[in-house]
Nanobody
Framework: QVRLVESGGGLVQAGGSLRLSCAAS????????MGWFRQAPGKEREFAAK????????YYADSVKGRFTMSKDNAKKTIYLQMNSLKPEDTAVYYC????????????WGQGTQVTVSS
């Protein structure tokens, strides 16, 4: 069982930045594909970014590419999502997720952290 706890959400003006963190209770996160998802009000949860297991290769949704950067610290068992140039449409609950595979079956989820971008 892997427990994920997000932090770092909040209220920011458009154009601003936030850094989200997700701490994992796993023995190690190097064997897990880690991801960030988000769910805006009235919309389905959508993929934002992921780092594939056993490495640092990252993938991003087109909507965040060039503005968001995902990273991880294996020693701290923590992943991050640096969000720059935030837009009101980035407003959502952001979730951390983990998959023992390659990111096709997200098994573990955090409780989410709210990000609100004001115009």
């Amino acid at each position: 069982q892997v427990r994920l706890v997000e932090s770092g959400g909040g209220l920011v003006q458009a154009g601003g930045s936030l850094r989200l963190s997700c701490a994992a209770s796993a023995h190690t996160i190097s064997t897990l594909t880690m991801g960030w998802f988000r769910q805006a009000p009235g919309k389905e949860r959508e993929f934002a970014a992921k780092i594939v297991r056993f490495g640092t290769k990252t993938y991003y949704a087109d909507s965040v590419k060039g503005r968001f950067t995902m990273s991880k610290d294996n020693a701290k068992k923590t992943i991050y999502l640096q969000m720059n140039s935030l837009k009101p449409e980035d407003t959502a609950v952001y979730y951390c997720a983990a998959d023992p595979g390659d990111g096709n079956k997200w098994t573990y989820w955090g409780q989410g952290t709210q990000v609100t971008v004001s115009s």
